[in-house]
T-cell receptor, first 113, second 113 residues
Framework: DAGITQSPRHKVTETGTPVTLRCHQT?????MYWYRQDPGHGLRLIHY???????DKGEVSDGYSVSRSKTEDFLLTLESATSSQTSVYFC????????????FGPGTRLTVL | DQQVKQNSPSLSVQEGRISILNCDYT??????FLWYKKYPAEGPTFLIS?????DKNEDGRFTVFLNKSAKHLSLHIVPSQPGDSAVYFC????????????FGQGTRLTINP
């Protein structure tokens, strides 16, 4: 158990509305990640963070923003949701600089109508 | 450009037999490889990893083989059990010190009784 929770676990929203997903960790790790999982694409990195207020883009960052004001929370925001952002979103943490292994949260299923 | 590829979307194996899942990569700068297992409605869980300085790593029923010259890795599960039915993702890391993983598309393994 990596001590990661995601909220909400399920959300249905309409095109054009803003959506924020939350990832919370209990272990104070520096590195946190947001992925989306889609059939045929595996897991694709959206954004990641290497510390409070330190974030960087992943391979599919368009249409997404992130914020990390506290070590334990990493927020993913869809400013204006589109149907192409219907997906399952996973948060992950990495336990330090010297390891590459990431540990994942339970996921949020987002549907944009 | 898919740097990590799992060319078999699905695999069906008889219970008790060996399951072999394959993964290819294109970037020779990758130096660490991981396998994750994912059940429906759950986050991916770390299964086993291998560093590029090794060609084999074993953990119980799971063995990962790395062929650097062919840029190919495989996960062997023996004997296969019904609980092994899941989606398996391979991932790679290590390029230029980036603290990120690149995932393949996943292979759905079904173990038949």
């Amino acid at each position: 158990d990596a001590g990661i929770t995601q909220s909400p676990r399920h959300k249905v929203t309409e095109t054009g509305t803003p959506v924020t997903l939350r990832c919370h960790q209990t272990e104070n790790h520096r590195y946190m990640y947001w992925y989306r999982q889609d059939p045929g694409h595996g897991l694709r990195l959206i954004h990641y963070s290497y510390g409070v207020k330190d974030t960087d883009k992943g391979e599919v960052s368009d249409g997404y923003s992130v914020s990390r004001s506290k070590t334990e929370d990493f927020l993913l925001t869809l400013e204006s949701a589109t149907s192409s952002q219907t997906s399952v979103y996973f948060c992950a943490i990495k336990r330090g600089e010297s390891t590459d292994t990431q540990y994942f949260g339970p996921g949020t299923r987002l549907t944009v109508l | 450009d898919q740097q990590v590829k799992q060319n078999s979307p699905s695999l069906s194996v008889q219970e008790g037999r060996i399951s072999i899942l394959n993964c290819d990569y294109t970037n020779s700068m990758f130096d660490y490889f991981l396998w994750y297992k994912k059940y429906p409605a759950e986050g991916p869980t770390f299964l086993i990893s291998i560093s590029s300085i090794k060609d084999k790593n074993e953990d119980g029923r799971f063995t990962v083989f790395l062929n650097k010259s062919a840029k190919h890795l495989s996960l062997h599960i023996v004997p296969s059990q019904p609980g092994d039915s899941a989606v398996y993702f391979c991932a790679a890391s290590g390029i230029q010190g980036a603290q990120k993983l690149v995932f393949g598309q996943g292979t759905r393994l079904t173990i038949n009784p």
